[in-house]
């Protein structure tokens, strides 16, 4: 409700004219048929008609002023030569309104979730602007600023009245929040009271947001086992959640890169995802998360005992086995290819003795996928026995004058069977016993006996203590007394000790020998 118009005068009756801005109507009409009359009287407070002023002409009467009892009444109205002056109708009241002037046009904007978009601005102006000044509403997802963008909120207020212009600039954007899954449009609308309201489209798109996997995860070592199949510590983040949305990682699978034997064997993830309520607003992060690498070991193999073999003295520590080995059963993945090298055993040296301790070693695995398996340690073998070689030892049959003395420990006359002993040892003397060894027998015939404890000495590391010594019976000794020997049948001939000894060969014809001719003792003279 208005008291009284803030501007402009009333518009006069038919005929009337007017000027006026006061609270009073228009003079009258001049009496003139030819000519308009003068300007009105101000009418009063009241809003009485001022009376009209005649300008003289042919008519008789001027015009008189309208009735003013209404606010703002008309003045009188314009009479034709020798009329009467009419009255001026009541006037109507011309009131200007608040009118507000921005863009019209459609907007769009693009962002990234959780990054406000650039700003785009827009001028408003307004008149007769009343005290609550020019209010800017974004719809939902928008934010406007009237101060140049320091500060954003969903309305901004342009303050004055009267008259507001076009130096306000107001700024417009997304908000960090709009989302893509439903990216915000709407509409902007600028109000103000009085006004009739602006408003303009504005649509968008927002990008979903790249997230980023945050990860600890390590490889945990394992044994062997043909497959890639890997178990991991730590755990898998999210870098670049924004807004308190709820968003989490779905687990994915890691595995190792080869199942081979590997100190630093190397592991990769795969299908690791994100979910929750806000999800949808990211993008899944462009790599797997990382995975630190872990050590795949070898299988161990324990292979089974094997039992020596006994053996008779052969001048080595070679031993035997029972039975050569063989893998375990089931040590061998399905699919692989692996084999056992035999090596060899060897006894703690090459002795005669009983429950001797062999040793086994060279025992490796081969074949394409040995090096996927190792033995936990050479085999271990039972011990064995090394049992001493039979050996007989057969004196010479000798002869020797009565004045001379054998040391039987020194003496070499004998025969060994088998002629062969083990490796290259052979026996170079042992201990004979006779009676007739000493220079005090009297001539005759002795046997020649080898000691119980034979004493007996070799070469090539010859130890008696590796055979069983069995002495050879029917050696003998032939005691010859100190004179002139003779000739013997075999041709052999004997010369002790005695006067002008010489050897008679009583031949005639050409003389022929045969056979072996041997002095075993030449004494004296």
Known sequence: TLNYPTAGGFDGGDGGNFQSFGRGGGGGGSATASADGGNGQNGNANGNGGSGQGTGGQGSNSGNGGNGNAPGGGGGGRVWSGGTSGSGANG??????????????????????????????????????????????????????????????????????????????????????????????????????????????????????????????????????????????????????????????????????????????????????????????????????????????????????????????????????????????????????????????????????????????????????????????????????????AVTITPNTISKCQSVTIVGTANTQFTYSPATLAGTETITSVNLTSAGFNNTATPGTYAIAVSGTPNAQGTNGFLASNYTITPGTGATVTVLNNVQGSIISAGNVTLCKGQNPSIVLNLTGTPTFSGTFEIFQVVGN
Request: glycine share 10%; aromatic share 6%; no cysteine.
């Open 92 to 389: 109507r009241i011309i009131i200007s309104w608040p009118v507000i002037t921005a863009p019209t046009a459609a907007m769009s904007f693009s962002t990234t979730y959780g990054t406000a978009s650039a700003a785009q601005t827009f001028t408003v102006t307004g008149v007769n602007i009343l005290t609550g000044g020019i209010t800017v509403t974004a719809p939902t997802g928008f934010e406007v600023s009237s101060n140049g963008g320091t500060t954003y909120g969903a309305t901004a207020t342009i303050t004055g009245t009267g008259t507001i212009s076009g130096t306000n600039n107001i700024s417009l954007r997304l908000t960090t929040t709009a989302a893509p899954i439903a990216p915000p449009s709407g509409n902007v609308t600028i109000s103000s009271d009085g006004a009739a309201d602006v408003s303009f489209a504005v649509s968008s798109t927002v990008a979903k947001k790249q997230l980023t996997f945050v990860s600890t995860l390590a490889g945990v070592g394992k044994v062997y086992d043909r497959t890639t199949a890997a178990t991991t510590t730590g755990t898998v983040t999210l870098d670049g959640v924004i807004n308190s949305d709820v968003v989490s990682v779905t687990a994915g699978t890691v595995a190792f890169n080869s199942a081979i034997v590997n100190s630093s064997a190397s592991l990769t993830a795969s299908g690791y995802g994100i979910t929750g309520a806000q999800s949808a607003n990211y993008d899944v992060p462009t790599s797997q998360p990382t995975v630190a690498s872990a050590a795949i070991t070898a299988k161990q193999i324990t292979l089974a005992g094997l039992t020596g073999n006994n053996k008779a003295y052969d001048a080595s520590d070679a031993a035997t086995v029972a039975t050569a080995a063989t893998l375990p059963s089931g040590a061998i993945i399905s699919g692989d290819n692996v084999t056992l090298t035999p090596g060899t055993q060897v006894f703690d040296n090459k002795n005669v003795g009983t429950g001797k301790a062999i040793t086994a070693s060279g025992y490796v695995l081969a074949g394409p996928d040995a090096a996927n398996y190792a033995l936990t340690a050479q085999p271990i073998v039972s011990a064995a026995n090394v049992t001493p070689i």
